[in-house]
């Protein structure tokens, strides 16, 4: 510990050489202390399950993309190891190594182990944050068993180690020069899972989130390593947001040959005189899908709930779409104009706001609420799209001709809601006549079942628990809505029963308070045409009413593949392995299997001791873990491109074992 004076000493002295572009301590406030975090793990974090376990990654990699956005840093590097510690690394400034004013102790103590210290409550230090908090790298710090930082910086490596709730265990000191980087920072934690929940880091999850960031940071170069399968992934988008569209757009036939992009800062002033940057970028490429891909951001974080961004780019649109339609006559004066949901229809965007001053609305910060960027980016809109209107005359017109189509088909459709809705969502008189109601209201117990076929559909309705279970069969699979004109959606029997029956509407007229049914459970056969009418299922809600599966309603039942029965032993088996291990235990024992091909399969008490009571059934929660994956696997799964269909096919046919046709 000797040497710990030592090194204060070598820190102190080298303030005297820094410039004024140098970050320092200088430039981090402290704003209160650490403990809190855990004891109330939630507050910071979201959740101690796997959501809050990731986003301990996100404090770090976050932190990282600061320096990215700063123009600091050109890489980041996130590895998981072997023993399930992760390791964030980037080429940015290095947190400063100084003595802090304040706390008397390094700044990268300070920052590590006092909540609320941080660059990101200074816009001298940072400009532009994705932090919403300020809270970021002390809370994965109090919430880890241990956790390691080491800083490349003026020619000297830095290291430090916590532990036991973000105890500096090691101060701060010099280990030697700095790595073949030169500056940076480098951090990694092992989760306490003493206070977080025991889950494994979700490869897919790491992803998915630092692929996105790649999309969002032009040329920045994102690698994970999984030591644990050996696997590297690299990304590099040196057209940044435009690649984003392309891969949207990459399962879905394209309309429109280019994408329109523009990229563009603007110095505004505050009503106190403040000066800021504001930055927009915008893509979008029309396709001939009936959907919409919009996805916006705010300094990197994703707005689920959009907002002003979103807001000012539907109205650029929607006037200047309507403005070329009634120049080029495509409209006349007197026709209903067309609105919002017309020209989104085919449309995939990516929109990027940076604000060094970011408002949110709401509880999950889903929303942002600057009114200045509506404008902002209604202007930038305007002039990339007039611009692109005038050199692609032919083109837009093409366009203007999609969406009139979409105007004609949302009127159709409104007409086909009309003709459907009903009076009360409790109505029953208005109930499709398939449905066999439950007896109660009360929508925080009631279950609705759909079923497949009027066979399982008739077991299903002898075994159920009349009080709080419905049933409803469908004949057939139904509509696949990713292909399918919106007036023929709705003019569909299936799809029209599914609607009245749930109860809360369609988007964009959606209404979640009137759903009827606390759980939506799709029941299909366990075989090949069973999972294709529960994706056609899924692919249906996700598009139209995307709320139930964001909130949880919806639910994939898991009927039994097999009965196996050895002497008075009666077990139903739900997997091949599971029916391996029981075939072994069995030994020698006679026994018989009898092999369930479809629901039908079975009478009204064994679908209700398998599959329907709450006791032993086996549910699966549908979730969208993130909305970008589940519209291009849906694209992908659903869309009218077949090539990649069947490319995924013949690649991972030889991976398929017992498949029932």
């Given at each position: 510990m000797d040497n710990n004076i030592n090194n204060n000493n070598e820190i102190n002295e080298q303030q005297e050489f820094k410039s004024k572009d140098d970050y320092t301590g200088g430039d981090i406030q402290v704003l209160?202390?650490?403990?809190?975090?855990?004891?109330?793990?939630?507050?910071?974090?979201?959740?101690?399950?796997?959501?809050?376990?990731?986003?301990?990654?996100?404090?770090?990699?976050d932190n990282s993309i600061d320096e990215v956005m700063a123009g600091h840093a050109t890489r980041v590097i996130v590895t998981l190891t072997k023993e399930g510690s992760i390791i964030v690394d980037d080429n940015g400034r290095g947190i400063p190594v100084d003595i802090h004013q304040k706390t008397g102790i390094s700044t990268v103590e300070t920052v590590l182990t006092v909540l609320h210290a941080g660059g990101k409550f200074d816009n001298n230090a940072y400009k532009i944050s994705g932090g919403l908090h300020g809270v970021g790298a002390s809370v994965t710090n109090a919430l880890s068993k241990w956790f390691k930082v080491w800083v490349d910086k003026d020619g000297k490596q830095y290291y430090a180690k916590f532990g036991d709730g973000g105890k500096i265990l090691e101060k701060l000191h010099v280990i030697g020069n700095a790595s073949e980087k030169e500056h940076g920072t480098t951090i990694e934690f092992y989760p306490d899972f003493t206070i977080m929940e025991q889950h494994p880091f979700d490869r897919d999850t790491i992803i998915t989130r630092l692929q996105?960031?790649?999309y969002l940071n032009k040329g920045l170069k994102i690698t994970f390593v999984d030591q644990q399968t050996g696997q590297v992934d690299n990304w590099q988008y040196e057209k940044g947001i435009i690649q984003f569209v392309e891969d949207l757009n990459k399962d879905k036939e394209s309309l429109i040959k280019d994408i329109v992009y523009g990229d563009v800062t603007k110095k505004v002033k505050t009503a106190s005189g403040e000066e800021y940057q504001l930055r927009c970028e915008v893509a979008f490429q029309y396709n001939k899908s009936y959907n919409v891909s919009l996805f916006s951001f705010c300094n990197n974080i994703i707005t689920p709930d959009g907002g002003t961004h979103e807001r000012g780019f539907r109205d650029a649109l929607v006037r200047l779409i309507n403005k070329f339609a009634l120049d080029k006559k495509f409209l006349k004066d007197n026709d209903?104009?067309?609105?919002?949901?017309?020209?989104?229809?085919?449309?995939?965007?990516?929109?990027s706001v940076k604000h060094p001053q970011p408002q949110y609305k709401g509880q999950t910060k889903g929303e942002l609420g600057n009114t200045e960027v509506s404008g902002f980016v209604n202007d930038v809109t305007s002039k990339i799209l007039e611009k692109f209107i005038l050199e692609n005359p032919e083109e837009a017109a093409t366009i203007i001709k999609k969406v009139l189509f979409a105007k004609e088909a949302r009127l159709k459709a409104q007409e086909a809601?009309?003709?459907?809705?009903?009076?009360?969502?409790?109505d029953s008189g208005s109930l499709p006549g398939k449905l066999t109601d439950c007896e109660l209201k009360d929508n925080s117990v009631t279950e609705l079942y759909i079923v497949e076929g009027d066979s399982a559909g008739g077991s299903a309705k002898q075994g159920r628990e009349h009080a709080y279970q419905a049933i409803l069969p469908l004949k057939g699979k139904i509509l696949n809505v990713e292909k399918a004109k919106t007036n023929k959606i709705f003019e569909n029997d299936e799809i029209m029963a599914l609607i009245t029956a749930i109860g809360c509407g369609v988007l964009p007229e959606f209404a979640l308070e009137k759903i009827r049914y606390n759980k939506i459970i799709i029941m299909t056969d366990a075989d090949v045409d069973g999972a294709h009418i529960r994706i056609l299922l899924l692919t249906f809600f996700y598009r139209y009413m995307k709320p139930i599966i964001e909130m949880g309603c919806v639910y994939a039942a898991q009927p039994p593949l097999y009965k196996f029965i050895s002497g008075k032993l009666t077990q139903y088996v739900y997997t091949d392995q599971q029916l391996e291990e029981i075939k072994k235990q069995a030994g020698n024992t006679k026994f018989t299997i009898q092999r369930y091909k479809g629901l039908g399969e079975m009478d009204a008490s064994q679908l209700w001791e398998t599959t329907m009571d709450p006791e032993r059934r086996i549910l699966h929660k549908i979730t969208i873990d993130d909305a970008i994956k589940a519209d291009q696997m849906f694209s992908f799964l659903m869309g009218d491109d077949v090539q990649p269909r069947k490319d995924f096919i013949s690649a991972n046919a030889k991976f398929v074992k017992n498949l029932d046709v």
């Open positions: 209160e202390g650490l403990e809190p975090v855990r004891k109330r793990p939630g507050m910071y974090i979201g959740s101690t399950g796997p959501e809050g376990l990731h986003h301990m990654i996100w404090e770090i990699v996105r960031m790649a209903d104009k067309i609105t919002k949901d017309d020209v989104l229809e085919g449309l995939a965007v990516i929109i809601r009309e003709a459907t809705r009903r009076k009360s969502p409790f």
